[in-house]
């Protein structure tokens, strides 16, 4: 059964930085981070492809967040710089065997982890 496991959320101030994880129980080639505040639909923040070279993001995070990954560890990241109060919300990895035909569409992945909360004051 696959497995999604977020860590690294937490509360900072506006301005500071946080590194999310997510480990997952085997290797999945297409990778995500969504967010979702309360209130808010679930917006797709960042993708990556098994090549690497392939990462997309938000413009609402361009700049400021990074994806990344570990396959040897089977483990996303992402850091996220510059926080801003409107980035909070809940934090969750998404994985998918398929190629996406929308890389920051929430249906586009099949798996998802529980979600890890950020909370960014001012």
């Known amino acids: 059964q696959v497995r999604l496991v977020e860590s690294g959320g937490g509360s900072v101030q506006a301005g500071g930085s946080l590194r999310l994880s997510c480990a997952v129980s085997e290797y999945i080639p297409y990778k995500a981070w969504f967010r979702q505040a309360p209130g808010k639909e679930r917006e797709g923040v960042a993708s990556?492809?098994?090549?690497?070279?392939?990462?997309y993001y938000a413009d609402s995070v361009k700049g400021r967040f990074t994806i990344s990954q570990d396959n040897s560890k089977n483990t996303l990241y992402l850091q996220m710089n510059s926080l801003k109060p409107e980035d909070t919300a809940m934090y969750y990895c998404?994985?998918?065997?398929?190629?996406?035909?929308?890389?920051?569409?929430?249906?586009?992945?099949?798996?998802w982890g529980q979600g890890t909360q950020v909370t960014v004051s001012s």
């Open positions: 998404a994985a998918g065997f398929l190629r996406p035909s929308d890389t920051l569409g929430p249906s586009s992945y099949n798996y």
């Open positions: 990556i492809y098994p090549n690497f070279r392939n990462t």
